[in-house]
């Protein structure tokens, strides 16, 4: 037996000795007493644990719902919003969207409506987006607990100039500014969402289930998995509860400095990936402590990852990779995509598990503010001045300019691509990750080039890497960022926009907005010490390509040099 595997063994018996099954679905919230947090405060969040059944009484009402819109001649539905009100969506736009069928079968009925989310403050994926919306009729589902969330509240205006407020939904908890600016402008309607329910973990609500009905999954057939899974995680005993014992594993290793959570999935699967992303980093990275998620990166040989990592692989029972397999600490197989609803509820327990084994509030998420409040005084400051305040590059060259903090560097680079071999000269094998900041379009082509940098980090260095793209990490990954471990080396890539995009009364545009929120983001990262470096190109394909052939330089230079 491993060292890691009688961990978790002792924590398993641990858990049932203290009862944990039994008072989280009491909702007990001295279960995160070690996080110093008052346990009614904790317990405040918990609503997530009566999802599944109180949903299921709501089916009926959301099936009314999505038969009247297509009634009423709506071909597309849009989601206005970030993180927990986007992720969860987008898993069932691309889960079960992959083919029209049945409903029931994993595939969105063929009388499902076309569902796509709108998560970028790009100027260019807005205009896109705003393109295709006007394309065919729409309904847009304004999405946010808050209310008051920026980024919706900048769509809802852009795409208020091509349709009439019939044409919006607002879902968001009861009595936001938002449900406010419903009534007063006469929207289709609002959904409330439960008020005990955090962002990441509301999946089940009707910010994911909303779009999933209207999209024509079987939200019955999910929540029907749901339930049945709710049930399971209510063993007593540890071992057999499939959320603790996950929750003990993920929490143990992380202990154990396997704290790069690796989740493979089979192709299809692989949104869950993002929306695991978000509610294991949120969760658990803060406190200097945290999970670090690793997803979609590019599949490698076991010779190419160091010891920090613990695999878990999430598959279809006819999607098998045995590389994969291979790799794989923990495999867990579905019958169907159906059964994602159970996997919701499995991983949201098990997260909670692990906030345990950690001594952290998996609930609350108190960095990520840090963020709005930076872009807050920076857009203020563009209000006041016509301007955004921008910092001196440290070294520029046409076309490129690298912003960072000295002392973040051990020398002063005279060139650009010194610079970033100086910042993954920073990156320590088994112990830190690279994470990639994209404030830029996450066109495939971008992508591809983002994701193959990865591989190649990965591979020479044995480094985990993370690429997220802002402002939507800002909502999830930002958290564990700024308060997780300080094992993260930052890289923040921006581009000026190919154009513009005004957002509609306001006094800054969408181009504006995602600078701001690059900017806050990167002050957020060097006030507190992290390592972080900001490249900018004036053209984004000349810029990558020249980027890429840095970073390719800098880890040749290292393979030549024994290290980079």
């Known amino acids: 037996m491993s060292d890691l595997e009688a961990a978790v063994r002792a924590r398993l018996e641990a858990f049932g000795a203290e009862r944990v099954a039994e008072r989280l679905w009491a909702k007990d919230g001295s279960l995160w007493a070690a996080s110093g947090k008052p346990p009614e405060e904790i317990a405040a969040w918990l609503g997530w644990l009566d999802l599944p059944a109180a949903m299921s009484a709501r089916v009926d009402e959301l099936e009314h719902l999505a038969r009247d819109v297509r009634e009423d001649g709506y071909r597309r539905a849009a989601v206005l919003g970030m993180g927990g009100s986007s992720l969860a969506p987008e898993l069932f736009a691309k889960v079960f969207g992959w083919a029209g069928g049945p409903a029931g079968t994993g595939a969105a009925s063929a009388d499902g409506l076309e569902l796509r989310i709108l998560d970028s403050t790009h100027p260019d994926v807005v205009r896109g987006f705003r393109s295709w919306a006007g394309e065919q009729r729409t309904l847009f589902c304004v999405s946010s607990k808050s209310g008051s969330t920026t980024e919706p509240n900048a769509y809802q205006a852009a795409m208020g100039e091509i349709a009439p407020a019939l044409d919006f939904l607002a879902i968001t908890d009861p009595g936001t500014s938002l449900a406010e600016l419903a009534r007063v402008q006469e929207f289709r309607g609002i959904v409330e969402a439960p008020p005990d329910v955090g962002g990441r ?176 005084e920076l857009l203020e400051a563009y209000r006041s001045r016509g301007s955004l305040p921008q910092p001196g590059p440290l070294v520029s060259e046409a076309g490129l300019a690298v912003t960072a903090d000295p002392e973040a560097l051990a020398d002063t680079p005279v060139t650009v691509a010194g610079a970033i071999e100086q910042l993954l000269s920073l990156i320590e094998p088994g112990r830190d990750y690279l994470a990639i900041l994209a404030y830029l379009p996450p066109d495939p082509a971008v992508v591809a080039r983002l994701q193959g940098i990865r591989a190649r980090v990965r591979d020479v260095l044995g480094a985990a890497t993370t690429l ?63 390592r972080a470096l900001r490249l900018h190109m004036a053209d984004l394909e000349a ?18 040099g024994g290290s980079t």
């Open 201 to 376: 973990y509301s999946a089940l609500t009707v910010f994911g289930l909303v779009p999933a009905v209207l999209n024509g999954v079987d939200i019955r057939g999910l929540l029907h998995r749901a339930v049945a899974m709710a049930e399971a995680c209510r063993s007593p005993v540890a071992d057999e509860n499939p959320g603790l014992a996950l929750g003990a594993l993920i929490g143990e290793a992380a202990l154990a400095g396997r704290d790069k959570l690796t989740i493979l999935t089979s192709e299809r699967l692989a949104p869950f990936g993002d929306w695991a992303e978000q509610l294991i980093a949120e969760s658990t990275g803060k406190a200097g402590t945290g999970v670090v998620p690793i997803v979609g990166e590019p599949l490698g040989a076991p010779s190419d990852y160091a010891d920090d990592r613990l695999f878990v692989h999430l598959r279809l029972r006819d999607e098998d990779d045995p590389r994969m397999r291979a790799l794989a600490d923990e495999e867990i197989v579905i019958d169907d995509p159906i059964d994602l609803g159970g996997e919701f509820v499995r991983w949201e327990v098990a997260t909670a598990a692990a906030g345990i084994v950690l001594g952290i509030d998996p609930f609350d998420q108190p960095n990520v503010q840090e963020s709005k409040d930076a872009t807050k």
């Open 468 to 530: 997220g793209f802002g402002p939507r990490f800002l909502h999830s990954t930002g958290q564990l960022h700024k308060g997780g471990p300080e094992t993260g080396v930052f890289l923040q890539l921006t581009a000026d926009p190919a154009k513009d995009l005004p957002i509609p009364g306001w006094d800054e545009s969408f181009g504006t907005l995602i600078a701001a929120q690059a900017l806050g983001d990167l002050a957020s990262l060097q006030r507190r010490g992290r």
């Open 543 to 560: 810029g990558l390509e020249r980027f890429e052939a840095m970073v390719d330089g800098a880890l040749a230079a290292g393979r030549r």
